[in-house]
């Protein structure tokens, strides 16, 4: 839920994200209005779509100039972000475990990877990439210490549905799960699904079929 109050799908968030990093980029290189059609032609969309998205985050540019980029990344982070931040966690510093923390370091201040588990004794007690790893038995009361509501599975994924009872037992309300498995979870928990070795051989297939058919891409 935004600061409105309105609630709002999974696809409209993800495209509210996707239209900040695209913000962002164009305030960098300088750009202080954009139209509708321009932020759509980035993003692969229409620019009803878009006008229809960020009605949502309730700020609405001009017809003359169109969004004021700083004004409209301001309202897109009160509606996305929560103040101060989010605490987030990761299960299973293995090799993808690892490249994420390496990955997040210090790019999202909004979220934050602050504790990183693995049932392994040797990742414990240390500092990788940037982050403190304890022990997968500490999980509980580290999540309670931390506040932590947010979580990222990267453990095999023989271990994911242990890991996710125990994360959504401890408060966990939202994960992003990368083990190819589909986690059951109570009612008013979200899971994100993200398996890279998947989307890379959707891409592979369709290099070598020349593309994917007219109309498919969009619904992948
Ligand atoms: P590595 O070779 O460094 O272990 P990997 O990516 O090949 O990397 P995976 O077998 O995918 O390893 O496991 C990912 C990580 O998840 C490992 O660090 C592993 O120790 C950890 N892990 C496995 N089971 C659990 C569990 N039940 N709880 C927490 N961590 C776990």
């Known amino acids: 839920m935004g600061h409105s109050g309105k609630r709002v799908s999974g696809p409209t968030v993800g495209r509210l994200s996707l239209y900040r990093r695209l913000l962002n980029v164009l305030r960098d290189e300088g750009v202080s209005h954009v139209f509708s059609r321009q932020l759509a032609a980035m ?44 605490n987030v966690a990761l299960v299973g510093v293995g090799n993808l ?25 040797g990742k414990a007690n240390r500092v990788i990439n940037g982050c403190r790893c304890y022990s997968s038995q500490r999980l509980a009361e580290m999540l309670a210490a931390k506040g932590i509501r947010v979580a990222i599975i990267a453990v095999p ?22 083990a190819p498995v589909r986690l059951r979870v ?31 891409a969009a619904d992948a």
Not at 97 to 121: C, M, T, W
Not at 203 to 214: C, L, M, N, V
Request: glycine share 12%; aromatic share 8%; charged share 25%.
């Open 43 to 86: 993003a692969g969309r229409t620019a009803a779509q878009v006008r229809r998205d960020l009605m949502v985050v309730g700020y609405s540019g001009s017809p003359g100039r169109g969004y004021d980029v700083a004004r409209l990344l301001a309202s897109l982070r009160e509606f996305l972000d929560t103040p101060g931040g989010q």
């Open 97 to 121: 475990g690892k490249a994420l923390l390496s990955y997040f370091a210090g790019r999202r201040p909004n979220l934050r990877i602050v504790a990183a588990f693995d049932i392994d004794p």
């Open 157 to 178: 994924a023989a271990a994911a549905q242990d890991i996710a009872d125990r994360l959504t037992a401890c408060g966990v309300r939202g994960i992003l799960n990368f």
């Open 186 to 216: 109570p009612p008013g928990v979200h899971v994100e699904d993200l398996d890279m070795i998947v989307s890379l051989e959707k891409a592979a297939y369709f290099a070598r079929q020349g593309g994917p058919r007219t109309g498919e």
